[in-house]
């Protein structure tokens, strides 16, 4: 699902550990959209609300007992103030609430500059075309309505270790993408035969938009085990990190799977 641009990440989300592998993502001219980790892990985190249309829908987030978000910064169009709150440290993700992600998500890259930091987008647009573009673009991608605030939390704690992270409807089209490729059908199998019967359940959970968090709830498992099972997956699959992984489980092609996916999506 390689798209013209390319994604810039940092040194760290390229090893296979407890903190995952950098994501596919964008670059819009030298606009980049990459991973953060946090130099202090028990440090809460600092996230720019970038609403490009209307008011932000979550008034009450983050929750004082957040346990991973700590401050929210708001800003408007056109973003330039996100470049200066970038050489100083001060964000480390952001949240682009829009109402139609095929523009709004090129003006935030455009805004951000040369800023590497991950990117979730929140939108009411669920048609496939649409998530598989910000997908292509290294994004999370929530549609309204089809998360909460703590899903939100979770979103970005995931994009600081390189995780990508959809919510059900958004997972969805992106399945409905996979479909559409031709072919491909055993290789899917046999890639999904190297792994475990555990590592088989925890990717399908992946796949459906939850995080390592989520997963362990569902599983009665701790979040560090399913982060390490995570990483076992990834060396298997030859995944770059959580995205590449769940683009060959939903039986992208090996090589390509950018192009391919991003084609089958229009």
């Known amino acids: 699902m390689r798209s013209p641009r390319h994604v810039r990440t940092s040194k760290h989300s390229a090893q296979h550990s407890a903190q995952h592998g950098a994501q596919h993502g964008a670059q819009h001219g030298s606009q980049h959209v990459g991973t953060t980790v946090p130099a202090d892990p028990s440090r809460k985190l600092s996230v720019a609300l970038a609403c490009a249309d209307g008011d932000w829908p979550h008034e009450d987030w983050p929750a004082p007992d957040d ?7 708001r800003l408007s169009p056109p973003y330039r103030a996100l470049r200066e709150l970038s050489s100083e440290g001060a964000v480390d993700v952001v949240v682009l609430r829009c109402e139609d992600p095929s523009t709004a998500f090129a003006g935030l890259l455009k805004g951000m500059g040369a800023m590497s930091a991950p990117v979730i987008v929140l939108s009411p647009r669920r048609d496939t075309e649409t998530v598989v573009e910000v997908f292509r673009g290294g994004a999370g991608y929530l549609v309204e309505g089809d998360y909460c605030t703590h899903m939100l939390s979770s979103a970005v704690m995931a994009a600081t270790v390189g995780h990508t992270y ?23 199998e046999r890639m999904r035969a190297l792994l475990s019967p555990r590592e088989r359940e925890i990717m399908e959970l992946l796949s459906t938009g939850l995080g390592a968090q989520e997963i362990g709830l569902r599983l009665g498992l701790s979040e ?25 489980w939903l039986g992208a092609p090996y090589s390509d799977t950018q192009g391919t996916l991003g084609s089958a999506a229009r």
């Open 67 to 73: 346990p991973y978000v700590g401050r929210v910064l």
């Open 166 to 188: 959809l919510s059900p409807t958004a997972c969805a089209a992106l399945r409905d993408a996979a479909r559409r490729i031709p072919g491909g059908g055993e290789a899917t």
């Open 224 to 248: 560090k085990t399913v982060r390490n099972n995570l990483s076992n997956i990834y060396a298997k699959l030859d995944a770059r990190g959580g995205t590449d992984a769940v683009l060959r």
